[in-house]
């Protein structure tokens, strides 16, 4: 009974993220299917020269075209998303989410009337605040942020920050999962563990602070999640 009701979920989430994704790329369908017409002709005639024989090689190019345009329609799907909530405040927080397990994302740790936000992530890099909005607006804000985080870390916890934008000296938003991935791996899960205790005391003092208004994009996860079929 179970496996009855996931699949038509499964197919829903799909068509769902297909949706969203070609309000942004009206083309998608057209590539997708280029795109398995293309690597499964590549491997039809791959196997069939190889070892011959037509359904080998027919079933085979099915299987490399299909998972060729699932791995571009994820991709693309992701970037449609990014797209939506590019420029609005928090969007940082709902690209991180996109990243796999050892990273913790808090969003908005620090904002401004004007919604410039800081969203702290923890990671291997160790804190890596992530801010974004005006330049001149967040400079103090994320200065002041990285003394808070620095009596509390302790000298031994690398702090770096990351603006983020098209401006010079920053990183775009469709860039931002790449770039932090990047940074190094200054910390081990341990240490990770241990540094966000003692952040859990910082985080205390925000808990009633008003969060500022105006739309704030949900995480991608969901979205992660129906281009894998879940």
Same mark, same amino acid.
Request: hydrophobic share 45%; charged share 20%; glycine share 12%.
């Given at each position: =009974?179970?496996?009855?009701?996931?699949?038509?979920?499964?197919?829903?989430?799909?068509?769902? $993220?297909?949706? #969203?994704?070609?309000? $942004?790329?009206?083309?998608?369908?057209?590539?997708?299917?280029?795109?398995? #017409?293309?690597?499964?002709?590549?491997?039809?005639?791959?196997?069939?020269? #190889? #070892?011959? /024989?037509?359904?080998?090689?027919?079933?085979?190019?099915?299987?490399?075209?299909?998972?060729?345009?699932?791995?571009?329609?994820?991709?693309?799907?992701?970037?449609?998303?990014?797209?939506?909530?590019?420029?609005?405040?928090?969007?940082?927080?709902?690209?991180?989410? =996109?990243?796999?397990?050892?990273?913790?994302?808090?969003?908005?740790?620090?904002?401004?009337?004007?919604?410039? @936000?800081?969203?702290?992530? @923890?990671?291997?890099? /160790?804190?890596?605040?992530?801010? +974004?909005?005006?330049?001149?607006?967040?400079?103090?804000?994320?200065? $002041? +942020?990285?003394?808070?985080?620095?009596?509390?870390?302790? !000298?031994?916890?690398?702090?770096? +920050? @990351?603006?983020?934008?098209?401006? +010079?000296?920053?990183?775009?938003?469709?860039?931002?999962?790449?770039?932090? *991935?990047? =940074?190094?791996?200054?910390?081990?899960?341990?240490?990770? *563990?241990?540094?966000?205790?003692?952040?859990?005391?910082? !985080?205390?003092?925000?808990?009633?602070?008003?969060?500022?208004?105006?739309?704030?994009?949900?995480?991608?996860?969901?979205?992660? /999640?129906?281009?894998?079929?879940?």
């Amino acid at each position: =009974m179970a496996n009855t009701e996931t699949k038509p979920r499964r197919l829903a989430q799909i068509r769902q $993220s297909y949706q #969203l994704t070609k309000r $942004s790329d009206p083309r998608i369908g057209w590539i997708l299917l280029g795109t398995f #017409l293309l690597v499964g002709a590549i491997g039809f005639l791959l196997i069939w020269l #190889l #070892l011959g /024989g037509v359904i080998i090689a027919a079933i085979f190019g099915v299987l490399l075209g299909s998972l060729a345009a699932l791995i571009l329609f994820g991709r693309r799907g992701q970037a449609a998303a990014l797209a939506q909530v590019e420029g609005q405040p928090g969007a940082a927080a709902a690209a991180l989410s =996109m990243l796999r397990r050892g990273w913790k994302t808090e969003p908005m740790v620090a904002f401004t009337k004007q919604q410039d @936000v800081v969203t702290r992530l @923890v990671g291997p890099p /160790g804190i890596v605040l992530i801010g +974004e909005g005006n330049p001149n607006r967040l400079r103090p804000l994320m200065a $002041s +942020e990285r003394r808070k985080h620095a009596r509390v870390a302790g !000298d031994e916890t690398p702090i770096q +920050e @990351v603006y983020v934008g098209d401006g +010079e000296g920053q990183v775009p938003l469709r860039r931002l999962v790449k770039h932090v *991935t990047r =940074m190094g791996r200054n910390l081990k899960p341990a240490q990770m *563990t241990d540094v966000l205790q003692r952040l859990r005391a910082l !985080d205390a003092n925000r808990s009633n602070i008003p969060l500022p208004k105006g739309p704030v994009p949900t995480s991608m996860k969901g979205l992660r /999640g129906n281009l894998r079929g879940r």
